[in-house]
């Protein structure tokens, strides 16, 4: 099996955009840890425009790496322990180190907090209960590691207990659920039935053991990336609608954004036009994600000598980034700057902030799996054009 540069270049793309979505929070109305005094009501439009796929492709790339490091050493147990120790550990890591500063600043800009963060830190944050609602410790934007750990466990799991002839007429079926026109319907379908299920909505908790309705959708998206890694049926289906994918998110998106823009500041929406809001969400949100799959494809599947790198670093800016934003975003509220400046601010110490963690954190072999990365540094290829194929003549 070849590499897919294209989708290490998405999956690099996506958490690039999850750090610039995360600064933006601080910008809008919508609830975050820090927000400044006086939003951007406009800027919810853009931000709109990934709201609804950001994080089921994440799970869809982080599905599709996990079935590649699977086929290196297919045995379930020991997929199952590596991927422990690259995810657990790391997050465990950064809930006693880096997530503490967030809580201590969300409390006291929101709820007025008066200690500072060495007492918080003493005192507070260890209390295994909640604190004017915020339970602490807590595991912050990392729940996203826990849930795809989750998920990880399960799926390795099934794929020891289950037999291999069971396994294949799986596999089999969801070619056949796939192929052709139907990787835009049957998706679709099953994103919508969960919507009707839970209408008018159900919050996401992302406190692990209440949170059913996205568990639905996101173990769909990793199974789906898992999926997708070995199967040509699924690749060709994606090669031949994905233009036609990106139309339908395209006009999806118009639909989202022109109820955001007419529905500015309105509290509670009529309930016709919050399951069109919903409804297209979901065509935007699929649409997208198959889109942005076969740009990938298209376009990007070419190696470089600088992706292995942003590869490697992907996990240890994704630990560190929000602690960063939040830090810094509560030390300017005072300030009173234009949000230009703000945003400049917080974008460039945000940056680096990750390469510092990341590089300085690499070159020793014992915080290497504090941060995620393997405990040995991997050997690089001396030339980026080392095992690239042309999109047309790669194999899945």
Known sequence: MQRHYGMDW????AFALLILY????????????????????????????????????????????????????????????????RLL???LAAILVVIPPQPWVELSVKHGYPHGYLYFLANDYFRFAPLHGLMLPTWQHLWFVVYLWVYTLALAFALAVIPKP????????????????????????????????????????????????VHRVYIGMFLFGFHLRNSIIVWQAIRRWWKTAAVVALGSYMIVAAIEFWTSGVGRLPIEIWALFCAARVFQSWGAIIALIGIADHWWNH???WRATLNEAIFPFYIVHQTLIVV???????????????????????????WAFYLGGRQFRWIRPLIGLRATRPHRPTSSRIGAVPPARVQI
Not at 10 to 13: D, F, K, N, S
Not at 172 to 201: E, H, K, M, Q, T
Request: aromatic letters at 8%; hydrophobic letters at 55%; charged letters at 10%.
């Open 328 to 354: 810094v975003a509560g030390g300017l509220l005072a300030a009173g700057l234009h949000p230009a400046i703000e945003f400049a601010i917080i974008l460039a110490t945000t940056v680096a902030g990750c």
């Open 10 to 13: 998405l999956r690099i793309g």
């Open 89 to 91: 550990v790391p997050t």
């Open 166 to 213: 069971v396994q294949q007429r799986i596999a089999s079926l969801s070619d056949r659920s796939l192929a052709g026109p139907l990787i835009l319907l049957v998706p679709v379908l099953l994103l919508l039935a969960n919507v009707a299920w839970i209408f008018p909505g159900a919050p996401e908790t992302h406190a692990l053991i209440d949170d059913g309705p």
């Open 22 to 85: 995360h600064i933006g929070l601080v910008f809008v109305p919508w609830n975050f840890h820090v927000n400044r005094p006086t939003p951007i009501a406009w800027l919810t439009i853009p931000m709109q425009a990934v709201n609804a796929w950001r994080l089921p492709l994440l799970f869809v790339v982080s599905g599709y790496a996990s079935r590649a490091i699977f086929v290196s050493d297919a045995h379930p147990r020991r997929f199952a322990l590596q991927r422990t120790l």
């Open 303 to 305: 190696d470089h000598r």
